[in-house]
């Protein structure tokens, strides 16, 4: 699902900054990969580079047996419409819209008509847990439901790959495992699922683990716990 | 994502931000009510000419009297503009409709305790010609007053007003004499002007002034009195006028085709009467009119150039408030940016906000350019502020037209925001 090699990426000129400095790694299809590492360490710039918001300044990335380089910035965010879901740390619910239309806006962008998306979200967000509170605003929603919203959300146009940054980052602990339980419903499905966090009781859950420090993999683990 | 998705949206970001809104809407609005305004007098004008063209009567012609240099009067030379003038035309072009000569005065009005100065004019029985549209009682003077410079003369009276009087006009007081003449019957009374004595033979009464589209080039006289009269003993004459002088000689050909004909006769035959002297001069009726029309097209330019400033200044307002907007609202591009919406798909959205609160200022504009109209126009009457359907459009084009421009950067620099930039905003 995810192949990457030898991915560099320099902010500024070429003596910048490297915040990866080579990293490669393959994720197959239906794999929980975790990925860990102290803050500073280049995850969110993986993320980043990962869900096609940033490009690589050299290494190869193949999505979904896709080649992203040479893509223009119009196809990327088409290839990001519909392969990848993005699962924020802050929710990044758009506040003025309900859950509903939130859960919505990526369908909208993928040109659906208003009947099915309506008829997606409703479903999505059932399936999260939500049923009865669609037309409620994020401030009407508690932490853990918003993070639900946000889930239902990155589910609208059946991605191939969830991409979660630190998604119970914000949320008790007992949420978190609501949360996680349903990532795990998620992976059982078979989606594949990149999540990055630093909480080693979150990583545990997951079929790998890969350690990130200073721009590179320093550790590729399979928890005894869960076996791949 | 498609626009009507984007309006929807735009309706959602319009009305969590009210007052922001509103502001930026307003100075379009003033704007596109100033151009409605603009639209509706220009509109006006033209449907005011073409009225005043068939009240006119088609071939028209004015002589009118200019003070020429004090030589040629001194010698003799030419004795200005006389009814003998207006008697030779006759003579010379039996086949004109209407040849009128006017002599103006002034004179001190007795009327029992009624005093007052008056404005009064001399003219033929051609008079009734021109563009007869009153209401008469009595009876008006015949050739034989005017042969014998009979001491007669005729009141006119205001018109009124038919519908409801207007709001300014209740600002307006009617002068003097207006006023007593409305008031007391005057018909059959004998009053004095000057030191004479005359008698009041007729009653002329304007049509109500909010029918009549005269009032855009109407004269001052009040009282109408044969022209032999003035002439011997109402006019004050200076040293060197004649006798028999009028002001002015209005002629109607009867139609635009013969008007050219007719002024190179008069033309010749004025020239000759006045030895060369230039103390007359030759007017086209359309001509004046025209000339009028085009004092009235400067300010109607003035109005739209006022318009097009406040729509532009609303337009530097919209310009404003999707900066703003898009400042407060990074986060949000970073969010949707991340979803799948596309650089165009960006710029669509703040278009279409921003000619949204183009169209919303445009139809509040509209409104109050339609009850602008109604009080600021000079008259209550339907002509003066006259709209075609397509004005409605028109102005709503040009502002939503003019809010689109001023967001076209705004939102092609929210277009270009980097994503992973816009996410991690705060």
Not at chain 1, 26 to 51: D, R, Y
Not at chain 1, 186 to 211: F, K, N, Y
Not at chain 2, 148 to 156: E, F, T
Request: with cysteine.
């Amino acid at each position: 699902m995810v192949e990457i090699d030898a991915v560099v990426k320099v902010y500024g000129d070429a003596g910048g900054y490297r915040a990866l400095d080579g990293v490669s790694f393959t994720v197959p299809e239906g794999q929980f990969a975790a990925i860990m590492g102290p803050s500073g360490c280049g995850k969110s710039t993986l993320l980043n580079v990962l869900g096609l918001m940033d490009q690589p300044t050299s290494g190869s990335y193949k999505l979904d047996a896709t080649a992203v380089q040479g893509l223009s910035d119009a196809e990327r965010t088409h290839l990001r419409r519909d392969k990848l879901g993005f699962v924020f740390q802050s929710f990044n619910l758009l506040p003025r819209m309900t859950a509903l239309q939130n859960v919505c806006l990526p369908m909208g962008y993928a040109g659906l008509s208003r009947k099915d998306r309506l008829e997606r979200a409703h479903g999505l967000l059932a399936r999260v847990g939500l049923k009865g509170k669609e037309l409620r605003t994020p401030l009407e929603l508690s932490g853990g439901e918003r993070q639900r919203v946000g889930i239902a959300r990155s589910l609208a146009n059946r991605p191939r790959l969830l991409l979660a940054d630190e998604p119970t980052g914000n949320l008790d602990s007992k949420t978190s495992v609501e949360i996680m339980a349903l990532f795990r419903e998620l992976h059982a499905e078979g989606m594949t699922l990149l999540l990055v966090t630093h909480d080693p009781g979150i990583a545990a859950q997951a079929d790998r683990i890969l350690r990130v420090k200073d721009g590179r993999i320093v550790a590729d683990e399979r928890p005894a716990a869960q076996p791949a | 994502m498609n626009v009507g998705e984007s309006v929807r949206t735009g309706f959602v970001e319009i009305w969590s931000h009210k007052t922001r809104s509103f502001l930026s809407f307003s100075s379009i609005a003033f704007g596109v009510a100033a151009i409605l305004y603009t639209f509706a007098n220009v509109n006006g004008m033209y449907i005011r000419r073409t009225k005043a063209f068939d009240i006119a009567g088609p071939g028209r012609l004015e002589i009118e009297k200019r003070e020429s240099g004090g030589f040629s009067a001194l010698v003799g030379l030419s004795k200005g503009l006389t009814t003998g003038d207006a008697e030779a035309m006759r003579a010379a072009m039996p086949w004109l409709y209407m040849l009128s000569p006017t002599l103006r005065a002034s004179a001190d009005l007795r009327d029992g305790d009624f005093r007052d100065r008056v404005q009064l004019e001399g003219v033929t029985l051609d008079w009734a010609k021109r563009g007869w549209v009153f209401t008469k009682r009595g009876r008006f003077f015949n050739s034989h007053d005017l042969a014998n410079a009979a001491r007669v003369c005729i009141v006119l009276e205001q018109g009124g007003w038919a519908g409801k009087k207007p709001f300014w006009a209740r600002f307006w007081r009617d002068d003097n004499f207006a006023g007593h003449a409305r008031r007391a019957d005057m018909l059959g009374r004998t009053i004095q002007l000057d030191d004479g004595l005359y008698t009041v033979i007729g009653v002329l009464k304007n049509p109500p002034r909010d029918k009549d589209p005269r009032w855009f080039f109407r004269s001052g006289g009040l009282l109408i009195l044969p022209l032999t009269t003035v002439q011997r003993y109402l006019a004050r004459r200076g040293a060197t006028d004649s006798l028999d002088g009028v002001d002015n000689i209005i002629v109607d050909t009867g139609s635009v085709e013969t008007i050219p004909r007719a002024r190179r006769r008069i033309e010749a035959l004025l020239s000759g009467r006045h030895r060369g002297v230039a103390d007359y001069e030759i007017k086209d009726f359309r001509e004046m009119v025209q000339n009028m029309l085009e004092n009235m097209r400067k300010y109607a330019v003035a109005v739209l150039a006022v318009g097009v400033v406040a729509v532009l200044a609303g337009g530097v307002g919209i310009m404003n408030v999707t900066l703003a907007t898009i400042f407060s609202r990074i986060r949000e591009i970073g969010v949707r940016r991340a979803l799948g919406g596309t650089r165009a798909d960006i710029l669509v959205q703040f278009l279409t906000e921003a000619a949204l609160l183009g169209v919303l200022g445009g139809i509040a504009g509209i409104g109050l350019g339609l009850s602008g109209i109604r009080y600021l126009s000079d008259d209550g009457a339907e002509t003066v502020a006259a709209l075609l359907w397509w004005h409605f459009p028109a102005t709503l084009a040009i502002s939503a037209g003019t809010a689109l421009l001023f967001a076209l950067y705004p939102a092609y620099q929210a277009s270009r925001l980097d994503p992973v930039e816009a996410l991690r905003y705060e």
